[in-house]
């Protein structure tokens, strides 16, 4: 082939793939979701399954996703996971507890030789966060910071458009930033007062316990249920007017705003972006005044914290977008 004619057939090789769909699956402790995209957004139904048990069972169960969608025409296949993920050959190289035995696989060779498809592997937080650093209006920013709230805390750093990696896959690990010094909490990583052990939802079980402790039952029916406690019923009692529940919601919001604000110092970001199953209970003008209230004012100023344009579905569009960004070259 002429080089001419080979260079029109790049064009016309890129072309398509920019028009072509990828297949986005979140593989999470409980259930793995699936969803073909195209521009950043959902095409499609979704699918999804429970989570196997077992490193073979999920993968058989990730084949079995992709074979349903096999109808469509693919460019490729991303998947979202728990764990520290080396992105170019899609190994899970840092262990997770919602997915025991998992790390080592070699998911993206697994996963290619059984699919015949591209496959890109990502971080399920930075996947979130790759997503939503391309909503409109942030496409051009020069740092969002995107922070997964949920039974822990992930996070994902974007840089004019790019995720950051750091030197070893492991950047923006930031539910393990460090907010307190006395020892107090065993984070999950073994190490104490982490940024997670305090802003996760089992942080605001554990705040919850604290602050519970010699408080009588006349004073709130969360009192006498501490061994059951959950996030959503120290939420619903504060919605429901209860002071003590307030209490401890004001008291978490407190400690995720200790989190951004040393985020918010290294990095100095356009915006801040919460997703994850707690990001509906946080009040986003109370967060944004306590984290301005403790920035330097050059950093305050620049402050801005939204909720997730993506909802559920960031980890979804993230993978599959880094999978059809990669073959136009675009993440590189
Ligand atoms: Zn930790």
């Known amino acids: 082939m002429s080089r001419a004619k080979g260079v029109e057939a790049n064009k016309i090789d890129t072309l398509a793939k920019s028009h072509m769909p990828a297949l986005g699956i979140d593989l999470g402790g409980t259930k793995i979701r699936a969803a073909a995209v195209r521009d950043n957004q959902i ?36 998947i979202a996971t728990a764990g520290i993920v080396n992105g170019d050959t899609g190994e899970i190289i840092g262990s997770t507890g919602n997915l025991p035995g998992w790390s080592g696989t070699q998911l993206k060779t697994v996963m290619e030789s059984r699919t015949l498809l591209p496959v890109h592997v990502e971080n399920d937080a930075n996947a979130a966060g790759y997503a939503e650093a391309r909503v409109t209006g942030l496409r051009s920013k020069r740092c969002v910071v995107t922070v997964t709230l949920g039974t822990g805390i992930g996070g994902g750093i974007v840089l004019h458009g790019r995720l950051f990696r750091g030197s ?7 539910g393990h930033i460090k907010i307190a010094m006395e020892n107090k909490r065993l984070c999950t ?17 554990q705040t ?32 429901d007017g209860d002071l003590m529940a ?57 402050i801005e914290i939204r909720q997730s344009a993506l909802g559920g579905q960031a980890g979804i569009i993230g993978a599959a977008q880094f999978v059809i960004d990669e073959l136009l070259h675009l993440n590189k």
């Open 189 to 205: 990583c073994g190490l104490f007062d982490c940024w997670e052990a305090y802003g996760s939802g089992r942080g605001l079980i």
């Open 168 to 174: 070893n896959w492991a950047a923006g690990e930031v």
């Open 246 to 302: 307030q209490k401890i919601v004001e008291r978490w919001h407190e400690h995720v705003s200790h989190g951004l604000v040393n985020l918010a110092h290294v990095l100095n970001p356009d915006c801040f972006v919460i997703t994850g199953g707690l990001s509906e209970f946080i009040d986003f003008r109370l967060l944004e005044d306590m984290v301005i209230d403790h920035c330097l004012p050059t950093v305050g100023d620049s």
């Open 208 to 239: 919850a316990k604290d602050l519970l402790e010699g408080v009588s039952d006349e004073q709130t029916p969360l009192a006498s249920r501490t061994t059951e406690l959950t996030t959503h019923s120290i939420f619903a009692a504060s919605a």
């Open 43 to 78: 095409i499609t139904e979704s699918q999804q399954i429970p989570t196997p048990d077992g490193r073979d069972n999920i993968i058989d169960g990730l084949v079995e996703l992709v074979n349903k969608f096999r109808t469509d025409v693919l460019a490729g296949v991303g």
